[in-house]
């Protein structure tokens, strides 16, 4: 690393909003060809380092000092906006961690990196499509002629982040800055894309500022780290320094707070843990997990899904068959009361799919569910309104699932009158604050607004207002994958207490499949819409039968 030429030189970078100061004179390189990741927790100053290294934060109230910012022979503290636009064209590449709020919605896929090349001349007009073809190809994505007539709408999380991969690595930059950019994907093709960001790297001998929650990533992905907490850069040096011996009570934190692989722990630790010296935790004992698994499993399943099939159409036809995808093929599965039961599987296998059916959002196409022995297929206006307060759905991005303009009361209030749970209005904020009080939140943030909470936060108060109608069956689709080590820990824990206090049952779907590991009873997979392996957690992940089971711990990035 010595004889490599410093690329990026970032010296004493303060940033500050009219009330706080977020970014406290922060320095780093990054040099030719190298690697450098930051990891630290939400609101550490990750993503802000990456917008104003990108120059995004220039033209914003924020206040900006920095003694040299300096890419190659460019000093970006002095650019116009058009020079910015040449540079972020085709010496920066960008790929942030929202793929949906970056893509135009109103506009297909393949036009769209299309129109990279054009403003930065690469290439002849003509070559564009199969240009555009072959990063999609490169990137994975499966039929790449139809990503590209595709509105992103159209295309799942992992589709579309694929898409801002290839559209950022298309003009071959000399820097590439990557804000959690494998966060919506699943391990197998998360491996393949941080394989070809590598192979790109070596290529067009790029470097890579690379933002990531996910230390077991950034330790087989990075050459140096840099630790991040609350704007301030707490620890630094290569992989092998920052992860054999970390010195900070908060890096030790990060680094353990994610379910490990190799041992089952109640509790999962956290950076307030090691803060408090605090670095033993007791483990679940194989003995009292069957003594737990034979009670659960002897009683009646709460809910049954029976060859569920679920089909798409594609394309309507006059003199033809019309063409239909088949996104859910024969899945049957059952969950018992106070089981959790993980549901694994690449993006696009049918996970989500499954879910919207199971509280009739997107009705199958053929099969059975029945809950509590009842089916619910042609269910009446009346029982599908006590189906949907007795199963509850938590989305990935708890921003998305909050109304911007409502406050956290009013949102977590907002079922108790739709379902006509609770009467008055001062009974009704008494609930809401019990049950901010139920995930951890005091009384203080019932007026405040999603924009106002961290991301773990916002967790927290969707599931508060999930946990509203006392439901009895929570469906977590990818619920914790946004969030970052820390917290995540947290929100696992917090989980954990409420099935226990509450007799839930848990439907958790995940990527990310240590995580799964650690919350569920057993585990099915699935790929391409059919279930292809289900079984006990442990046995499943330490000795997988399946060729696709094999696959996916065999790409599960280790620390």
């Not at 894309?193 to 590598?198: E, H, V």
Request: proline content about 5%; some cysteine.
């Amino acid at each position: 690393m010595k004889d490599k030429k410093p690329l990026l030189i970032v010296k004493s970078l303060s940033i500050s909003s009219s009330d706080r100061l977020m970014l406290n004179g922060l320095s780093f390189t990054v040099k030719t060809n190298e690697i450098v990741a930051i990891v630290g927790e939400s609101g550490s100053g990750k993503s802000l380092t990456a917008q104003c290294v990108a120059g995004l934060l220039f033209q914003t109230p924020l206040s900006i000092s920095c003694e040299k910012m300096q890419l190659g022979t460019q000093d970006l503290l002095h650019l116009s906006t058009k020079d910015w636009q040449t540079v972020r064209g085709k010496e920066l590449g960008i790929i942030f961690q929202e793929p949906q709020s970056s893509l135009n919605p109103s506009m297909r896929c393949g036009p769209q990196v299309v129109e990279r090349l054009k403003k930065n001349k690469i290439g002849s007009p003509k070559s564009y499509h199969a240009r555009v073809l072959d990063s999609f190809d490169a990137v994975h994505l499966p039929q790449p002629e139809r990503i590209f007539k595709a509105y992103p709408h159209e295309l799942s999380g992992g589709q579309k982040q694929r898409v801002m991969i290839a559209m950022a690595l298309i003009v071959a930059p000399q820097l590439l800055i990557a804000d959690e950019p494998t966060t919506a994907l699943d391990v197998t093709v998360q491996k393949e894309i941080l394989n070809f960001i590598k192979e790109k790297k070596k290529s067009y001998k790029m470097s890579v500022l690379f933002i990531s929650h996910d230390l077991s990533l950034v330790a087989k992905f990075a050459d140096m780290v840099l630790v991040m907490q609350k704007g301030k850069l707490v620890e630094s040096g290569t992989v092998e320094e920052i992860f054999k011996n970390p010195q900070e009570p908060y890096t030790q934190g990060l680094l353990y707070a994610r379910p490990q692989p190799d041992k089952r722990l109640k509790r999962l630790p956290t950076v307030a843990d090691f803060y408090k010296k605090q670095n033993t935790f007791k483990s679940v004992s194989k003995a009292s997990r069957n003594k737990r698994h034979k009670t659960l499993y002897s009683q009646k399943p709460l809910l049954e899904v029976k060859g569920l099939i679920k089909e798409y159409p594609l394309l309507r036809n006059w003199f033809k068959e019309n063409e239909s995808l088949r996104a859910v093929d024969k899945v049957s599965f059952d969950i018992y009361p106070g089981e959790t039961l993980g549901l694994v599987g690449e993006s696009g296998c049918g996970k989500s799919t499954i879910c919207r059916a199971m509280v009739y959002i997107d009705p199958p196409t053929a099969g059975d569910i029945r809950y509590k022995g009842r089916s619910i297929l042609g269910i009446k206006a009346n029982a599908l309104r006590e189906l949907r307060r007795e199963i509850q759905l938590i989305f990935q991005d708890p921003l998305a699932a909050l109304h911007p303009l409502k406050s956290i009361g009013d949102a977590i209030a907002e079922p108790l009158h739709v379902h006509r749970l609770v009467s008055g209005k001062a009974a009704q904020k008494q609930k809401v604050l019990y049950l901010l009080d139920q995930v951890g939140m005091g009384y203080e943030y019932y007026q405040r607004y999603p924009h106002q909470l961290s991301g773990g936060q916002r967790q927290r108060v969707v599931i508060a207002r999930a946990l509203a109608t006392e439901p009895q069956l929570l469906l977590l689709d990818e619920s914790v994958a946004a969030l970052d080590i820390s917290v995540q820990a947290q929100v696992l824990n917090l989980l954990n207490d409420l099935k226990d206090q509450l007799k839930l049952s848990y439907l958790f779907i995940s990527h990310d499949l240590n995580v799964v590991k650690y919350m569920a009873d057993r585990i099915i997979v699935m790929q391409n819409g059919v279930l292809v392996e289900e079984g006990e957690a442990d046995k499943l992940y330490n000795h997988p039968k399946h060729p696709y089971s094999l696959e996916l711990i065999a790409a599960l990035p280790k620390m």
